[in-house]
C-alpha cells in the first residue's frame, strides 16, 4: 500500500534522510520521554520508522520499529524502556537500504568491550567497497544499511584503540561521505559529524544539567534545552562523567559542504543551522527571486508548507500581496490511501485546495521549493486553473534540480528529474504555467550568510567527494537478490 503523506510527498519532492537525536544525563532519568519529544520534533526527516535506546550504566534496552514516533512509542512500551543516564533515538527515511523494519536504527552492536549503540543521518559513498572487505574477512551483516557498515568499522578500530573516541576517529578515515552520528558507548555519549558537514547536527543543555545532541536546533527546543553550538564539520563530541571533550582533528581537512536542501527544504523552518535560520534563508530565496524573475501579477501564493517563506520574502520583494491560496488537508494520516498515478494527477485536492475566491480571477505567483518530476506539481497547477486563477506564474525557491545526490537522499539517479530530460521552457509547458522561473545557483550561496559553503552539486555543481562505483540507496538489497538468484542458478 502506498501511503498518502509519503505517496504525496515522495513524488512532489526530494525525500528527507533521517534524523538523529542523544541526551547524557548526570543522573539516572526517565530519557526514553525525552528522546520520544526529540524525536518527534524531528519526525519531518523521516516517518518510515524510529526507534529509541536506553543505557543505563551500560545496560542497554532497545526499541525500534516500521512507523510514525507516535505509533513505535506508546506509553507503554516507552516505559519498558526504562530509565537510564544516556539515551540515543532515531527517525528514518530509507536512503541506502529500503527494508524497514529490519534496517530501523539505532543499531545496537555487542562487541567484546561492551555495547554499542549507533544512530546515523547521511550516506557513505565508499559503503559498497567497505562493506565488501568486511563480508571477505568474515562480517555477517544483519541489515543492508551503510550505517551498520560505519558501526562494524568502530568496532572493528575499537580492537587497536584505547577508546571508543579514538576508534572513532581512526574509522573517521576510512568513512568517505555523509555523516551525522549519534553514538553510545557503555559510559559514552559521543556526537560526529563528517568533515563535510553535509548533514547539520548540534549540542545543547537543559537547565539541569543535560547534554542533548540533535539534527536540527528545533529537537532541542522541543526537550526544554538552550542551544550550545553546532557540532563542527570533522568533530567528534564526547559527554561523559568527565565532562564534554572535543576532538578536532578531523576538522578544516575538506571544505564545508551542508546540504542546500536543507535550507531549501528539509529542516523545519523554526531551525536554525549552523548559525543561519531556515526561515529566514527560504525568505531571502523568495527575495532574490523576485529580483531575477519578476512578474506583473495580484498575489503570491506559497505552497504549503515549505513554499510558504519563499513565497513571504517574493511578495515582500516584489511589493505583490502575500496570500494564503490553499488550504491543506492535515488529517491525511499515514493509513490514507494514496491514489493511484491517474487519480492523483486528477485530484491532489484531496491533500490541497485551492481557496476560489482568493485565487479566481487572479494573476498568481505560486511559490514552491523544488519540482522533481511534476506531477504533482501540475496537477496543483491544475486544480489551481480549474479555481478560477486567470494566470500562474511559477517561481521556485531552488535551482533546477538535474543530478543524483549521493549524501542521504532518495534521488540516486537522473531518470525521475524532470529538470534533467527538459528545458525550463519545455518544464513551463508540461506543468501548465504561464512562466516558470528558478533561482540561480549563485543566489542560493547567498541565503545562508552565517553558514559557510554549501553542497550544491545536485543543480550541476561539483560533487564533493568521489562518486560512489553504485549509487542505488537500494544496493545492498539488489545485492542478496543477486546472491539468491545466483544460489538457485547453481541448483
Ligand atoms: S547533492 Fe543536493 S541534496 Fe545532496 S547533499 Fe548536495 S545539495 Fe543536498
Redesign the pocket.
Known amino acids: 500500500m502506498i501511503i498518502a503523506d509519503q505517496g504525496v510527498r515522495r513524488e512532489h519532492h526530494?525525500h528527507e534522510e533521517c534524523g538523529v537525536f542523544g541526551v547524557f544525563s548526570p543522573h539516572t532519568d526517565n530519557l526514553a520521554s525525552m528522546a520520544y519529544y526529540g524525536l518527534y520534533a524531528l519526525q519531518h526527516r523521516g516517518q518510515e520508522s524510529a526507534g529509541i535506546v536506553v543505557n543505563d550504566d551500560g545496560v542497554f534496552a532497545s526499541y525500534c520499529d516500521e512507523g510514525l514516533v507516535s505509533e513505535v512509542f506508546p506509553s507503554d512500551t516507552l516505559r519498558k524502556l526504562g530509565s537510564g543516564n544516556i539515551v540515543v533515538g532515531h527517525v528514518r527515511y530509507a536512503t541506502t537500504g529500503s527494508d524497514r523494519k529490519r534496517n530501523a536504527q539505532p543499531i545496537v552492536i555487542n562487541h567484546y568491550k561492551g555495547q554499542m549503540a549507533l544512530a546515523h543521518n547521511g550516506n557513505l559513498v565508499n559503503s559498497y567497497e567497505l562493506r565488501n572487505k568486511l563480508e571477505q574477512c568474515g562480517s555477517i551483516f544483519h541489515t543492508t544499511t551503510d550505517s551498520e557498515v560505519i558501526a562494524y568499522i568502530i568496532v572493528q578500530e575499537r580492537l587497536h584503540t584505547p577508546s571508543i573516541e579514538e576508534a572513532v576517529y581512526s574509522a573517521m578515515s576510512k568513512l568517505d561521505g555523509?555523516y551525522s552520528l549519534v553514538i553510545s558507548s557503555p559510559s559514552k555519549l559521543i556526537a560526529v559529524r563528517d568533515p563535510y558537514g553535509?548533514r547539520p547536527l548540534c549540542m545543547g543543555q537543559t537547565k539541569d544539567g543535560k547534554i542533548v545532541i540533535a539534527s536540527e536546533s528545533c529537537a532541542l527546543d522541543a526537550v526544554g534545552a538552550g542551544f550550545i553550538r553546532d557540532i563542527d564539520p570533522g568533530e567528534i563530541v564526547t559527554v561523559s562523567r568527565s565532562g564534554i571533550k572535543s576532538d578536532v582533528r578531523g576538522c578544516g581537512q575538506k571544505e564545508k559542504?551542508l546540504?542546500?536542501?536543507e535550507y531549501i527544504y528539509f529542516a523545519r523552518p523554526d531551525s536554525v543551522l549552523d548559525g543561519s535560520s531556515v526561515s529566514l534563508a527560504r525568505q531571502k530565496a523568495g527575495e532574490f527571486l523576485a529580483m531575477e524573475h519578476p512578474v506583473e501579477a495580484d498575489l503570491v501564493v506559497g505552497i504549503p508548507d515549505s513554499g510558504l517563506d519563499a513565497a513571504l520574502g517574493y511578495a515582500r520583494a516584489s511589493g505583490i500581496p502575500y496570500s494564503i491560496g490553499f488550504t491543506k488537508n492535515k488529517y491525511i494520516g499515514r493509513t490514507f490511501i494514496s491514489p493511484d498515478q491517474e487519480q492523483r494527477e486528477a485530484g491532489v485536492s484531496i491533500k490541497l485546495n485551492p481557496i476560489v475566491s482568493i485565487v479566481k480571477g487572479k494573476r498568481v505567483v505560486l511559490i514552491d521549493d523544488s519540482i522533481v518530476r511534476g506531477t504533482t506539481c501540475r496537477g496543483i497547477i491544475q486544480s489551481l486553473r480549474n479555481a478560477g486563477a486567470k494566470e500562474i506564474h511559477m517561481r521556485v525557491s531552488a535551482p533546477p534540480f538535474v543530478a543524483p545526490?549521493?549524501?542521504?537522499?532518495d534521488i540516486d539517479s537522473t531518470d525521475d528529474l524532470i529538470a534533467a530530460h527538459h528545458s525550463i521552457k519545455e518544464i513551463a509547458d508540461i506543468i501548465g504555467v504561464d512562466s516558470l522561473g528558478y533561482l540561480s545557483v549563485e543566489h542560493l550561496m547567498q541565503i545562508t550568510s552565517e553558514t559557510g559553503n554549501?553542497?550544491?552539486?545536485?543543480?550541476g555543481g561539483k560533487y564533493p567527494t568521489v562518486i560512489p562505483v553504485n549509487g542505488d540507496k537500494n544496493l545492498f538489497e539488489k545485492k542478496l537478490k543477486f546472491r539468491k538468484e545466483d544460489k538457485e542458478n547453481e541448483r
Open positions: 526530494i555523509a553535509f559542504k546540504c542546500a536542501f545526490c549521493y549524501y542521504g537522499t554549501i553542497c550544491t552539486a545536485c543543480f
